[in-house]
C-alpha cells in the first residue's frame, strides 16, 4: 500500500480554513488514484511473472486474481487503521479544545480574538468576530481556525477502507484483461503496453491533482513500473526454466 497521508488529516499550515473541504476532496482523488497506481503494477508484476513461466492461462488467471483480493484486502486494512488512528487524533484534539472552553472560556475567547487579529483584522473587530462565532458554536469556531477541522465531518475509516480497495481492484483489472485477452505469443507484449500507457495516465492524473508538471511524475511511475515488470519477467523467466 502506498503511503499516504490520511484525507482530512488536521492541517497546521497557514492554509485558509474555506480550502479546507477542497482539500480533502484533493486528498481523497490522490488517493484514488495512487491506490489505481499501486493495483496496476503490482498485478502486472505478478501476472508478467506467472505468463514468463507458462503459456498456460490457468495458471496466470489464478496468480492474477490472487494477487488482486490480495492486494485489495491489504489496501483496505491498511487505510482503515491508519484513518481510525487519524480520526482519533482528531477526537482527541476536539475533546481536548471542549474541555479548555468549558473551564477557561474567557482565555479561549482571547486567543480566537488573537488567531483573528493575526490574520489581518483590526484589534475591534477581532474581538466582535470572535465574540459573535463563540456564542454561535465555540467548539466549532476554534476547530476550524486553530486545528484545521469539522467536528461534522471527521475523517471516514470505512470510507477510506472500500475507496483504497476499489480503486486497486479497478487499476488491478487492467493488467489482468490485458494478459488474459491476446495469443500466448504476444500476451506479455500487449500487458507491458497497456500497463505502461495506464501509468502514463495515473502519472498525468497525479500531477494534476497536485499542481506540478506531468514530465516527472510520469517518468517516474512509467520508468518505475517498467522495471518492476522487467524484474518479475526474470524471475519467472528462470523460475519456469528451472522447474520445466
Known amino acids: ?16 480554513p474555506h480550502h479546507g473541504s477542497v482539500a480533502n476532496k484533493l486528498n481523497w482523488l490522490r488517493a484514488a488514484v495512487l491506490g489505481a497506481n499501486d493495483g496496476i503494477v503490482s498485478t502486472a508484476g505478478i501476472v508478467i511473472g506467472v505468463a514468463a513461466a507458462t503459456v498456460e492461462r490457468g495458471p496466470v488467471l489464478t496468480a492474477g486474481i490472487a494477487g488482486l483480493a490480495a492486494g485489495a484486502l491489504s489496501m483496505a ?9 487519524q480520526r482519533d487524533t482528531e477526537r482527541a484534539l476536539l475533546e481536548t479544545e471542549t474541555q479548555e472552553l468549558k473551564l477557561q472560556p474567557d482565555a479561549e475567547l482571547d486567543e480566537l480574538a488573537a488567531l483573528y487579529e493575526a490574520r489581518g483584522l483590526s484589534a475591534e473587530t477581532a474581538r466582535q468576530a470572535a465574540t459573535e462565532l463563540t456564542a454561535h458554536n465555540p467548539l466549532a469556531a476554534h476547530a476550524e481556525l486553530e486545528l484545521r477541522l469539522d467536528p461534522e465531518q471527521l475523517t471516514n475509516p470505512w470510507l477510506a477502507a472500500v ?17 488474459l485477452l491476446p495469443p500466448a505469443s ?5 500487458t507491458v503496453a497497456a500497463v505502461l500507457l495506464a501509468l502514463a495516465i495515473t ?11 506531468p514530465l516527472r511524475p510520469i517518468l517516474r511511475v512509467t520508468v518505475g513500473g517498467a522495471l518492476a515488470m522487467a524484474i518479475t519477467f526474470g524471475i519467472g523467466h528462470l523460475v519456469g526454466a528451472t522447474i520445466g
Open 77 to 85: 486494512v491498511g487505510e482503515y487503521v491508519s484513518v481510525s488512528t
Open 186 to 190: 504476444t500476451r506479455i507484449a500487449v
Open 163 to 179: 475507496s483504497s480497495a476499489v480503486s486497486f481492484t479497478i487499476g488491478a483489472l487492467l493488467p489482468l484483461i490485458a494478459i
Open 203 to 213: 502519472g498525468w492524473v497525479a500531477a494534476r491533482l497536485g499542481g506540478a508538471k
Open 1 to 16: 500500500m502506498t503511503a499516504t497521508p490520511g484525507p482530512g488529516a488536521p492541517n497546521t499550515s497557514n492554509a485558509q
